[in-house]
């Protein structure tokens, strides 16, 4: 699998409709192994998830593989532990700045085509999808 990068004009919107979030009570993990227990009806637009959970970020590309697109919105939980980390414990009241991660995903023949951008101190404009679970 290889992932290559392109400038897609998507992830640059601010505002997502019919998001469908998936939270810590929507993912099952053993180890390094994931299970995502939402399910998305086949539809003709691209699916947009906003997964708030803590999952590495490189198995991001690789859920729900039946889509050949898939948006992707997360916290960036890179910076927020990075910045944590720098701060150390003699700062237990600050807070990183806000920082998310929206990620457009295609996958043609075998690769997976990888574009994201990273927003700070501020999110996009969420509208989640009505669902239920």
Known sequence: MQSNKFHSDKIRD?????VIEITDADVMY????????VTIPEMNE????YVSTRV???????????????IVISPNWN???EVSKELGASVSYAEPRTSTIIYEFNRE???IK???IIMMDTFPEIKFKTTTK
């Open 14 to 18: 601010s505002i997502f409709e019919n």
């Open 30 to 37: 053993q180890g390094t192994n994931y299970i995502f227990n």
């Open 46 to 49: 691209t699916p947009i998830l």
């Open 56 to 70: 590495p970020q490189e198995i991001l590309s690789r859920i729900y593989p039946n889509f050949q697109s898939l």
């Open 79 to 81: 910076y927020y532990d």
């Open 109 to 111: 023949g075998g690769i």
């Open 114 to 116: 990888k574009d994201s």
